[in-house]
């Protein structure tokens, strides 16, 4: 872990490269560095994962009457960053503000072209259960040794 989990209406598909955004989330993620100058996340630990909601209903729509005319087709994106503990607030308050940064960069005409409700939220919890298996952490360890 860390993962960093998009949720967005799927009306946001045709104007944004949803790739792209994952990516540049990804590359903030891991330039992140802690007070000794060390890497916030490890490399093989960093995911980003991003969902088009098919389904969804947006505050009213537009159906109270906005100034100017506007129409509805309302959207949101919503990302949640999960992360293990161990971390200092400041550290913690360091990852949030880079990664906002960068959200609000590449998704920034977005709330030029229409309405939409952008949260985020870094969870920190202790896990009932983990485990960790595969063979990428592995890859990039090879190099720190």
Same mark, same amino acid.
């Given at each position: 872990m ?5 949720? *967005? ?10 790739? !792209? $955004?994952?990516r =540049?989330?990804? #590359? @903030?993620?891991?330039?992140v ?12 630990g ?30 949101f994106? *919503?990302?949640n960053?999960?992360?293990?503990g161990?971390?200092?607030? !400041? $550290?913690?308050? =360091?990852?949030? #503000? @880079?990664?906002?940064a ?40 090879q190099?720190?040794?």
């Amino acid at each position: 872990m860390p993962h960093l989990v998009i949720l *967005y209406s799927g009306n946001l598909e045709p104007a944004v490269d949803m790739t !792209a $955004v994952c990516r =540049a989330l990804a #590359d @903030a993620m891991r330039k992140v560095k802690d007070e000794d100058g060390k890497a916030v996340f490890p490399i093989g630990g960093i995911r980003v994962l991003a969902y088009p909601a098919a389904h969804h209903a947006v505050a009213d729509d537009g159906a109270a009457g906005l100034e100017g005319g506007e129409s509805g087709d309302y959207g949101f994106v *919503y990302l949640n960053l999960r992360i293990g503990g161990g971390r200092s607030a !400041a $550290v913690i308050q =360091a990852a949030g #503000d @880079a990664i906002t940064a960068v959200a609000r960069s590449q998704l920034g005409s977005l709330l030029e072209a229409r309405r939409v409700g952008m949260t985020f939220q870094v969870d920190i919890g202790r896990e009932a259960y983990d485990v960790k298996f595969g063979n990428l952490h592995a890859l990039f360890q090879q190099g720190e040794k």
